[in-house]
Structures are given as C-alpha cells and as structure tokens.
C-alpha cells in the first residue's frame, strides 16, 4: 500500500454519492480528510461480513465484488458505479478484490454520517444562517470564527443558539480581559480590535501573540476546567462577543473532544488504512508508573512546543488516563491541525 499522489478537488467530490447532498462548507471538510490509497493487482481489498471504520470507494483500475449469493460483477474505475462506494454500510456486503493495479479513496463512515446530518439540517436552516450574517456583514469577524476548527464543526442548529447567547461588551485599549490565574467564567471571540497574550516570565523568548478580529479565547480553561494560563490585554478600543461558561459547556465543548472506540482502534491496526499513534499526555513520573503498551509519552504542557515534531498524515489517539488532562490534549492537537481523538469505550465513543 501506498499513498497516490493526485487528489480529487472539491468539484469532482461532489460527483460520488452521497458527497453531493453535503453542503459546500461540510464538502470541504471532507474534502481535507479523504485518505488516498493503492494496491497492486491481486490484492484482497474488503472481506464479506467485516466491518470497516471507512468507506471507499474506485477511482482508477478494476475489482471484483463477490456478493455471495448476488454472484459477481466487475467495476471500472470512472464508472457510474465507480461513484457509488465499496462498501456503504458498516458491514461489508461483498468480497472485493483488486483485478489490476487499483487507486482508491477512503472516508471514514462516522465523519461522513456527521456531515450528513448536519447538511440536512442545515438545508432547512440555510435562510434563517444567512439572515444572521447579512445583519454582520460590516465585520468579517463572524466569517472568520465559521472557518476556525472549533466552530466548523457546530451542527447549525448549535450554531443558531451560539449567537443568541452571545453577550457584545466594549473594552478598551490596556484593559486586561482575562487574567493569569483567574477561573474561566467566560468565552471570548475579538469582534473589533486588537488583543495581545501576555505569558508568564518563563515563556517570555516566545513571540507575542496579538489577536486580530475573529480570533477566540479563553477555551482552555473551560475545557480543562483549571485557572488561566495566560493574561490577555487590549492593545486598542474593540468590541468582545463573550459566552457564559454554562452555554459554551452546553453547545460548544461536547465537539471538542472527539472519541474512538477500542474496536474501532483495532480495525485501523487490521486494516492498516492509515498511521496512527497512542500519546499518553501525563507526567513522565506517572507515566513510567505504568501505561498502555506503545504509547508514547508527550506532556500536555509540551504539546505546543513539540508540535513541529509530530506527523500531520498521522492520527494521534490520547490515552485516557490523564483525565481532564486527556481531553486538553485532544483539544489542542486539534486546534493545531492534527487529528486525534480520545481512546475510550464502546459507549464513550458512539456517545
């Protein structure tokens, strides 16, 4: 197996089923998470009656699908059944066997079901969205805040009940809006002006971070639940659109921490669709005090500085003996651009 080098733009992913009943935001998060893959002639692709945590489906070459008692067909890649996938369910219907050279792409069954629902939903929704952003269209800050991780993946119907509960507070320039240590009692997002973090001496050689309109804080400390980590003062007059924390736990933090399931970890690990790697975020201390087997410690204190270190083709799955720590951790790689998830249960996961 390897990795093809030509991807599908957006346009040509609308054409497979169901890809075309996403709406363009949703296409284009999948877009940026397909898995691309090829196998040789010969190659056994899917068995009858396994389960999969992908859907795939033939972009170049020839398969066989043995469907059992449905007897057995031929598909080409560029074909109207080429657009169809493999194996549309969970549980694979047939046996597929690559006839020549094959190149496939692979979505995973969960996401595209999230993408799924949340399009319908945001077909009904569509007028009421557009009518709240009309009312912003001065300010880009709104648009700004859609794009970022954390928000693109808000159903709509979350997304509506956010912006009632916004509160607009002005502040002005030198004022300290959040403070080093203090409890996290609010979420805030820059609707106008210019904010800078300020960081404890011990981080002082890292460049300042200045805030511009559209960017948030004050996540973390409501994900994790422990004091601020920084302090953040405006560098001008502005306008902050803040949520109470009981309504950002509510609507926002159920999408920070996604989950994956022990026998979904071991399909991944059969099925070798794509790396992915066991991070245990504790202390080294409690760390070499027992772990899981193959993971690898990295501290959530130092995930930001070795982030450069990590591989973004790989999936990271946060063991989850940190605890709130765990969940920080997963949070955070995903606001960098990565993919992880927190290892949990059967019921954990599918919650």
Request: proline share 5%.
């Amino acid at each position: 197996m390897s990795t093809a080098p030509t991807q599908l733009t957006c346009e040509q992913l609308s054409s497979f089923s169901p890809m075309d009943f996403l709406t363009p935001h949703y296409r284009q998060q999948l877009h940026a998470s397909l898995q691309y893959l090829q196998y040789p002639a010969g190659t056994p692709l899917l068995q009858r009656g396994e389960r999969s945590v992908a859907q795939y489906y033939l972009l170049e070459g020839r398969v066989s699908v043995d469907g059992g008692s449905a007897g057995k067909q031929h598909i080409e890649g560029g074909s109207a059944q080429a657009h169809l996938p493999l194996n549309p369910g969970q549980s694979n219907p047939a046996s597929i066997r690559a006839v020549t050279a094959v190149r496939l792409f692979a979505v995973e069954h969960q996401l595209l079901q999230r993408l799924l629902g949340w399009s319908q939903e945001a077909a009904y929704q569509v007028s009421s969205l557009g009518e709240l952003q009309v009312e912003e269209q001065e300010d880009d800050w709104l648009a700004r805040l859609l794009a970022t991780p954390l928000f693109g993946r808000l159903p709509p119907s979350h997304l509506h009940a956010l912006l009632a509960r916004f509160e607009y507070v002005e502040a002005r320039a030198g004022e300290r809006v959040v403070g080093y240590g203090e409890p996290g009692e609010h979420f805030f997002v820059l609707k106008r002006g210019r904010a800078q973090v300020s960081l404890l001496a011990a981080y002082r050689d890292q460049p300042a971070l200045v805030l511009e309109r559209g960017d948030f804080f004050g996540e973390e400390a409501l994900v994790s639940g422990a004091v601020r980590s920084a302090s953040v003062i405006m560098l001008e007059d502005g306008e902050l659109a803040r949520l109470h924390r009981d309504d950002f736990v509510e609507l926002v933090r159920p999408t920070l921490i996604p989950r994956i399931s022990k026998s979904d970890l071991q399909r991944l690990d059969r099925q070798g669709q794509r790396p992915h790697l066991l991070l245990d975020v504790r202390l080294a201390a409690e760390y070499r005090l027992g772990h899981q087997p193959e993971s690898l410690n990295l501290p959530v204190a130092n995930l930001r500085t070795h982030a450069d270190s990590l591989d973004r083709a790989t999936c990271y799955v946060v063991t989850p003996e940190g605890g709130i720590r765990s969940e920080l951790a997963v949070h955070l790689l995903n606001q960098l651009g990565f993919d992880a998830y927190l290892l949990g249960d059967e019921q954990s996961a599918a919650a």
